[in-house]
T-cell receptor
Framework: GENVEQHPSTLSVQEGDSAVIKCTYS??????FPWYKQELGKGPQLIID?????GEKKDQRIAVTLNKTAKHFSLHITETQPEDSAVYFCAVDDMRFGAGTRLTVKP | GAVVSQHPSWVICKSGTSVKIECRSL??????MFWYRQFPKQSLMLMATSNEGSKATYEQGVEKDKFLINHASLTLSTLTVTSAHPEDSSFYIC?????????FGPGTRLTVL
């Protein structure tokens, strides 16, 4: 089955800095790569996604890049704010999740 | 749009009892819903895929007789944890597949005493 690895497991940044989270996957046939944000005690929320025919997608402070050849994709958050603090999960084809990254943005 | 609700948000039950969790897509129809389990500080583990009008597809290692799934309509899927035991205590999350992607419910925290 699909193997999804996510790094780092924890990330602490200063407010205003950028944060980057990376995921790698094993199945070259995978086509859909969403990122979810989960706050404590809540369900995950889709924040951005990308499909295999696109290399980069941006939505305000959030961007996702995809390298299909290398089978990895990354979440980029710029100008981080304390409310960005949460656990972020990558997923592949909607059903296989990475282990999660706990992002802490220090004011 | 694409709102998914879960009920109850939390439940505490005695060992041996059964608990039903409901997952509803509020503003869209979902032929496919998913059920996940999440332990503290861990990722989501897919338990089963629920398809409207047909039997659910369970992931390897998930007991279908223990975790009963019913997807009777395009907006409702239920997960029943039968004869619950303390090791079933977890955060259960459903999601519904919409055209725009997968949308998650807020989760149900189950505690079995």
């Amino acid at each position: 089955g699909e193997n999804v690895e996510q790094h780092p497991s924890t990330l602490s940044v200063q407010e205003g800095d950028s944060a980057v989270i990376k995921c790698t996957y094993s199945d070259s046939a995978s086509n859909y790569f969403p990122w979810y944000k989960q706050e404590l005690g809540k369900g995950p929320q889709l924040i951005i996604d990308i499909r295999s025919n696109v290399g980069e997608k941006k939505d305000q402070r959030i961007a996702v890049t995809l390298n299909k050849t290398a089978k990895h994709f990354s979440l980029h958050i710029t100008e981080t704010q304390p409310e960005d603090s949460a656990v972020y999960f990558c997923a592949v084809d909607d059903m296989r999740f990475g282990a999660g990254t706990r992002l802490t943005v220090k004011p | 749009g694409a709102v998914v609700s879960q009920h109850p948000s939390w439940v505490i039950c005695k060992s041996g009892t059964s608990v039903k969790i409901e997952c509803r897509s509020l503003d869209f129809q979902a032929t496919t819903m998913f059920w996940y389990r999440q332990f503290p500080k861990q990722s989501l583990m897919l338990m089963a895929t629920s398809n409207e009008g047909s039997k659910a597809t369970y992931e390897q290692g998930v007991e279908k007789d223990k975790f009963l799934i019913n997807h009777a309509s395009l907006t409702l899927s239920t997960l029943t944890v039968t004869s619950a035991h303390p090791e079933d205590s977890s955060f259960y999350i459903c999601s519904a597949l919409a055209v725009r992607g997968q949308f998650f419910g807020p989760g149900t925290r189950l505690t079995v005493l």
